[in-house]
């Protein structure tokens, strides 16, 4: 089973900071996804990132994945307090396409 | 509007009472899933199926029994619940397995005693 680490696990900023957080593999991902998951709901998809090198962006949310596709990152820009909630990132197995893999995630809290 | 619904939303039990958590989507997809999510773990999978009459193990199967008699239904049977089955538990769909999106209920919150 591919393992995914994300870090930090626990994040509180002020608003208006900038943050980033880590999602890491110990194989090539075939793809990556990234989920927002807020209390009491589901996880709801961010984006999906395929192409090693690449960059994506969403208002001020930027995601990067590596050019060895090991590793994805999310970057947040002058965070908000409706940016707090657990953020997942996840991956079909390479081998197995019913197969899905999440990370532990990380817990943002974004204060007034 | 396009929805995977769960039920029951909390449920309370005790240990060796058989339940069957349901869950139901309306969006016509092939692929679903079971993860439970617990504390430090993030999303385990469960169970998955591929469409109808084909099931699979995910990760952490135990303890678990699922059904895909028609494409909407994915029901997860508990059949004898055991306290290390407490868990917040997420059903979820795809238009197919692999890069699509999922779409996740609500959840449902189980407390077996």
């Known amino acids: 089973t591919q393992l995914l680490e994300q870090s930090p696990q626990f994040l509180s900023i002020q608003e208006g900071e900038n943050l980033t957080v880590y999602c890491n593999s110990s194989?090539?991902?075939?793809?990556l996804q990234w989920y927002r998951q807020e209390p009491g709901e589901g996880p709801v998809l961010l984006v999906t990132?395929?192409?090693?090198?690449e960059v994506k962006k969403l208002k001020r949310l930027t995601f990067q994945f590596g050019d060895a596709r090991k590793d994805s990152s999310l970057h947040i820009t002058a965070a908000q307090p409706g940016d707090t909630g657990l953020y997942l990132c996840?991956?079909?197995?390479?081998?197995?396409?019913?197969?899905?893999?999440f990370g532990d995630g990380t817990t943002l809290t974004v204060k007034p | 509007e396009a929805q995977v619904t769960q039920n029951p939303r909390y449920l309370i039990t005790v240990t060796g009472k058989k339940l069957t958590v349901t869950c139901s989507q309306n969006?016509?997809?092939?692929?679903m899933s079971w993860y439970r999510q617990d504390p430090g773990l993030g999303l385990r999978q469960i169970y998955y199926?591929?469409?109808?009459?084909?099931?699979d193990k995910g990760d952490v199967p135990e303890g678990y029994k699922v059904s895909r008699k028609e494409k909407r239904n994915f029901p997860l049977i508990l059949e004898s619940p055991s306290p290390n089955q407490t868990s917040l538990y997420f059903c979820?769909?795809?238009?197919?397995?692999?890069?699509?999106?999922?779409?996740f209920g609500a959840g449902s919150r189980l407390t077996v005693l």
């Open positions: 979820a769909s795809s238009l197919a397995a692999g890069a699509n999106v999922l779409t």
């Open positions: 194989s090539v991902f075939s793809s």
């Open positions: 990132v395929v192409t090693g090198g």
């Open positions: 996840a991956e079909a197995s390479n081998t197995n396409a019913g197969k899905s893999t």
């Open positions: 969006m016509n997809h092939e692929y």
């Open positions: 199926s591929m469409n109808v009459e084909v099931t």
